[in-house]
C-alpha cells in the first residue's frame, strides 16, 4: 500500500504559504465558464449552448478535434459541432470544456526532467485507463473518471513553475528510484500536488467530483473518508516509466481491492495506452 504522508490541512495551508507568490492562477475563459454554467442548468438547451461555442472557431475547431480523437471513445466522426454535441451529451461536453481551460490555465513549464508533452500523454493514459475500468465496473460513471484521470496531476507544472530548482531534484530522483511522486514532495515541501491541486479546483470552482479526485486520488478512502472510483485509484498508480516493473504495484492494487486479475489489467492497459497515444495529440 502507499506510504501516505499524514499531515493536518491547517499544516499544509501554513507550509503552502507564498507558493503562489508572483504567479496568478489564470481564470477560465468567460465563453467556456459562461457553458459549464449552462451545462450545469437542468433545463439547459444543447442546441443553444451549441450556438454559443458556434461564436468561437478556435474553440469550435478544438472541440471536433477532440470528439474525433480516437481516445475520446465515441464510435463515429463528428462532422459539425451541433452533431459532435448532440453524440456527447453534456458530460462529455462538460470534459472536453473543463480540459481545455486548465490547459489553457496551466504555465508552459520547461525544466529538467519535465516535459509538457509527455505530462499531457501520462495526463490521457490516466484518463483512458481510468475509463476503461469504469467501463468494466460502474459503465455509468466512465465519462467522469476519465476527466478525474486526466486532471488528477494538474498541479505539476504550477509546482515546478514555482519551485523549479527543488523540483528539477524530485524529478531527478524519481528517475533513480521507486519513491512515489507525493512521497518526495512532501519530503522537501510538506505539502504535495494533490494538496496544490486541490487548492486550484477550488479557485476554479470544479465539480464535487473532480475536485475531490485531484485532492485525494493518492489516499486511501478511508483515510480520505471520499470515496473515489476504482478507476481513479489505479489510474493514480501510472508513472511516466509504463514498464512492467513500474505497473506492478497497480496490477498489484487491481486484484487485491477490485478482484481484476492481472490478464484483465493488461488488455484494459493495452487498450487504454493505445487510445491515450492519439488523444494526447489534442494537447501537442
Request: charged share 20%; net charge negative.
Amino acid at each position: 500500500m502507499l506510504n501516505i504522508f499524514k499531515k493536518k490541512p491547517s499544516e499544509t495551508q501554513e507550509a503552502m504559504k507564498g507558493l503562489f507568490d508572483g504567479f496568478e492562477l489564470q481564470s477560465f475563459p468567460a465563453l467556456i465558464m459562461e457553458v459549464l454554467s449552462d451545462l450545469r442548468d437542468p433545463d439547459h438547451n444543447l442546441g443553444n449552448i451549441a450556438r454559443k461555442l458556434e461564436g468561437d472557431p478556435g474553440m469550435t475547431v478544438k472541440i471536433l478535434r477532440t470528439v474525433n480523437a480516437a481516445g475520446f471513445g465515441l464510435s463515429k466522426q463528428a462532422t459539425n459541432l451541433h452533431g459532435a454535441i448532440s453524440m456527447m451529451g453534456h458530460v462529455r461536453l462538460e470534459t472536453i470544456l473543463l480540459t481545455q481551460a486548465v490547459k489553457g490555465s496551466l504555465p508552459y513549464t520547461k525544466a529538467p526532467h519535465f516535459s509538457m508533452k509527455q505530462f499531457w500523454v501520462s495526463a490521457a493514459q490516466r484518463g483512458c485507463l481510468a475509463r476503461a475500468v469504469a467501463q468494466k465496473l460502474h459503465p455509468a460513471t466512465q465519462v467522469e473518471a476519465f476527466t478525474a484521470g486526466l486532471l488528477q496531476d494538474m498541479a505539476v507544472p504550477v509546482l515546478i513553475r514555482q519551485r523549479q530548482e527543488a523540483y528539477s531534484d524530485i524529478l531527478a530522483t524519481m528517475q533513480s528510484c521507486t519513491h512515489w511522486l507525493h512521497d518526495l514532495e512532501n519530503d522537501r515541501f510538506s505539502f504535495d500536488h494533490t494538496d496544490v491541486g486541490g487548492h486550484m479546483a477550488r479557485e476554479w470552482n470544479l465539480p464535487k467530483y473532480l475536485a475531490e479526485a485531484i485532492s485525494f486520488h493518492h489516499h486511501d478512502d478511508d483515510d480520505s473518508g471520499v470515496e473515489l472510483e476504482p478507476g481513479v485509484r489505479l489510474a493514480s498508480l501510472i508513472r511516466t516509466d509504463t514498464g512492467e516493473v513500474s505497473l506492478a504495484p497497480l496490477i498489484a492494487m487491481a486484484k487485491d481491492e477490485y478482484d481484476l486479475d492481472k490478464q484483465v489489467m493488461t488488455t484494459l492497459l493495452t487498450s487504454a495506452f493505445a487510445d491515450a497515444e492519439q488523444f494526447a495529440q489534442q494537447f501537442s
